[in-house]
């Protein structure tokens, strides 16, 4: 069960960081959805979907969505 895994529990936390850091930024667009404690299975799909869409941008360098991204706004 996911709510019992050691990996998925450390990156939760992560990703609560990861909103409050970007959502003002430039890279708002990469804003992980709010976590909604009392129904928090049924966020999951969204909270995985954010997280693969990120890897995969950040892993594409020929994204339209990285050439926005000035080091200055990081």
Known sequence: ???KDERFQEYLPKLGRARG???Q???R?????????????MNLGPT???GQMVSY???DCHSQSRQSITTAGL
Do not use: D, W
């Open 29 to 41: 667009h990469f804003t992980p959805p709010p976590q909604k404690p009392k129904a928090c299975f």
């Open 48 to 50: 995985l979907r954010s």
């Open 25 to 27: 930024t430039e890279l």
């Open 21 to 23: 850091r970007v959502q």
């Open 1 to 3: 069960m996911i709510s």
């Open 57 to 59: 941008y950040l892993g």
